[in-house]
Each structure stands twice: as structure tokens, then as C-alpha cells.
């Protein structure tokens, strides 16, 4: 019997990912959500909640000011939070 060559673990792990869309999905939401207050900045004090569905991302704010300052830098945070996963994972963004 021959035996193969061997695989580092980091290279067998980025293929078993890239085999797998739902896992690099996952993957990719859960780094948005974790560089999230990165992007929001002060305003991330104010988040009650978030979590990705369908493509969205959904933020629960406390503030109706602060609310409303986001849901006019909608289109803006989008491009960011997708640039800094660098894949098209959001869609939208739901600001309640």
C-alpha cells in the first residue's frame, strides 16, 4: 500500500470551507458580527442585539436618534461591513 502525501491541517481545512458554502456562510457572518462594533463605532453601545438572516443583517438600536443616524448611513455601512468580510454576504440591513 502507498502512502500519501500529507496534508497540513490549515490547508485540508480551507478546502473542507470552500467545499462547504454553508459552513463558509456561517463563517463569514459570525467574523461580521464580531468586527461589527469596529465598524459601528460609538454608536455600538447602542445596539441591543444583532444577528444575520437571509442576508440581512438585523440591529436592534436604542436610541430613535441614533436609529435614525444609521438608517440614513445604510448603503455606506453595507459596502463596509461587506468589504471588511470580503465576500457579498448582506443584502440589507434592518435598522429597528
Do not use: C, F
Amino acid at each position: 500500500m502507498k502512502k500519501s502525501e500529507p496534508i497540513r491541517l490549515g490547508e485540508l481545512l480551507d478546502r473542507w470551507i470552500t467545499e462547504e458554502p454553508e459552513i463558509h456562510e456561517k463563517l463569514m457572518e459570525t467574523k461580521l458580527l464580531q468586527r461589527l462594533p469596529e465598524v459601528l463605532a460609538s454608536y455600538d453601545r447602542y445596539v441591543a442585539g444583532a444577528y444575520v438572516s437571509d442576508g440581512v443583517l438585523h440591529l436592534k438600536i436604542h436610541s430613535s436618534a441614533v436609529r435614525g443616524h444609521l438608517l440614513m448611513l445604510r448603503n455606506d455601512l453595507l459596502i463596509r461591513l461587506n468589504e471588511l468580510v470580503g465576500v457579498e454576504l448582506l443584502r440589507d440591513i434592518d435598522i429597528r
